[in-house]
T-cell receptor, first 112, second 115 residues
Framework: GENVEQHPSTLSVQEGDSAVIKCTYS??????FPWYKQELGKRPQLIID?????GEKKDQRIAVTLNKTAKHFSLHITETQPEDSAVYFC???????????FGRGTSLIVHP | GAVVSQHPSWVICKSGTSVKIECRSL??????MFWYRQFPKQSLMLMAT?????????EQGVEKDKFLINHASLTLSTLTVTSAHPEDSSFYIC???????????FGSGTRLTVV
């Protein structure tokens, strides 16, 4: 089955800095890669996703890049703000499947 | 669109009792619903997948007699934790999907505390 590795487990940055979270996946049939943000005690919220026919996608301060050959994808957050503090999960899902496989999560702490 | 409601948001129960958690898709028909468990500072662990009108498929290591799942309609799935024990205390989250390849929406989660 799919295996998703996520690094780092904890990331601490100063407000205004950039943050990068990296994930690798094992199943070459995976073609959909969502990223979720989860605040304490709340549900994971989809913040951005990318499909395998695209190499990069950007939405305001967040962007995701995908390298299919290397089987890795990354989340980039620029100009971080304290409200970006949360746990971020990457996921990978193969075509024809409902179920994404989640990474272990990255706890992002943005210090004011 | 794609709203999933989960109830209750938190519950405290005594050891040995059963607790039912509901997951509803409000604006779409969820052919498949999923139940996750999440321990503090850990990732989402898939417990089971349920399809409307059929028996749930449980992940390895999940006791199907302890975690009863019913998906009686296209908009409602329930998880019943039977004979709950303190080690069952956790954050339980459902998710729902209507069509393969689209929309994977999480419910608001239920914090279960067994005392």
């Amino acid at each position: 089955g799919e295996n998703v590795e996520q690094h780092p487990s904890t990331l601490s940055v100063q407000e205004g800095d950039s943050a990068v979270i990296k994930c690798t996946y094992s199943d070459s049939a995976s073609n959909y890669f969502p990223w979720y943000k989860q605040e304490l005690g709340k549900r994971p919220q989809l913040i951005i996703d990318i499909r395998s026919n695209v190499g990069e996608k950007k939405d305001q301060r967040i962007a995701v890049t995908l390298n299919k050959t290397a089987k890795h994808f990354s989340l980039h957050i620029t100009e971080t703000q304290p409200e970006d503090s949360a746990v971020y999960f990457c996921a990978a899902r193969r075509g024809g499947s409902y179920i994404p496989t989640f990474g272990r999560g990255t706890s992002l702490i943005v210090h004011p | 669109g794609a709203v999933v409601s989960q109830h209750p948001s938190w519950v405290i129960c005594k050891s040995g009792t059963s607790v039912k958690i509901e997951c509803r898709s409000l604006d779409f028909q969820a052919t498949t619903m999923f139940w996750y468990r999440q321990f503090p500072k850990q990732s989402l662990m898939l417990m089971a997948t349920s399809n409307e009108g059929s028996k749930a498929t449980y992940e390895q290591g999940v006791e199907k007699d302890k975690f009863l799942i019913n998906h009686a309609s296209l908009t409602l799935s329930t998880l019943t934790v039977t004979s709950a024990h303190p080690e069952d205390s956790s954050f339980y989250i459902c998710s729902a999907s209507g069509v393969v390849g689209y929309g994977y929406t999480f419910g608001s989660g239920t914090r279960l505390t067994v005392v």
